[in-house]
């Protein structure tokens, strides 16, 4: 994901919020690490600058963390209340930033942040439809989901839960044979 983001336009996607487990040492780090290089300093702090365009000035990058929805190796069963942990910060995550993007790519971390993007983009759009008789936005909350490169035969459990419940509106793989066994995902080649 890091790969990912240090590839991203700064002036267009941002602000920008990393979200890292809480049991995560080294994610604070690494999101710190992926805004130096993305803005090609060493401090890593982004400056505010005016532009033409209609984005809005960059900000500071935002790290929070996050509990995780399930550990590896925790059981299905006491997985339970943990998701249910998670699933509860992250709407409160989510319901601040308003995001128009997630990009997510798997861990335990991502499945509470889609759900939450999803359960509020929808709604943002009935009520929008509802109350101001207009066509929702659809850039609210936007999913991208991004498989694992180890992933070459099977998507992860993760990736099983988006893909089976069409969560996420663009759905990569980095494998062909991943591809044709699952017809709704785009292969994107090696992404980094």
């Known amino acids: 994901m890091i ?3 240090t590839k991203l336009d700064p002036q267009w996607y941002s602000p920008r919020t ?6 995560d040492a080294l994610g604070f780090k690494k999101a710190e690490q992926a805004e130096a290089a993305l803005l090609g300093n060493r401090g890593g702090e982004v400056s505010t600058t005016t ?5 809005p000035q960059r900000q500071q990058p935002t790290v929070l963390t ?3 929805a399930r550990e590896v190796g925790q059981s299905y069963l ?4 943990t998701t249910l942990r ?23 971390t991502c499945l509470p942040v889609v759900v939450a993007a999803k359960v509020f983009s929808s709604a943002s759009a009935v009520l929008r439809c509802l ?17 694992s490169i180890a992933r070459t035969s099977s998507l992860s459990l ?26 709704r995902t785009t292969c994107a080649g090696r992404l980094y």
Do not use: H, M
């Open 18 to 23: 990393y979200i890292v487990a809480e049991t």
């Open 158 to 183: 993760t990736g099983k839960i988006l893909y089976s419940l069409r969560l996420a509106d663009l759905f990569l793989v980095q494998w062909p044979s991943l591809a044709e066994r699952f017809p």
């Open 78 to 81: 006491t997985s339970i209340g």
């Open 3 to 5: 790969a990912l983001v």
């Open 86 to 108: 998670a699933l509860w910060a992250a709407a409160s995550l989510v319901w601040r930033e308003k995001p128009e993007l997630v990009l997510v790519n798997g861990p335990g």
């Open 66 to 68: 996050l509990p995780r």
């Open 51 to 55: 532009t033409t365009t209609t984005k």
């Open 131 to 147: 109350l101001l008789r207009r066509t929702p936005k659809t850039t609210w909350g936007r999913v991208c989901y991004v498989e």
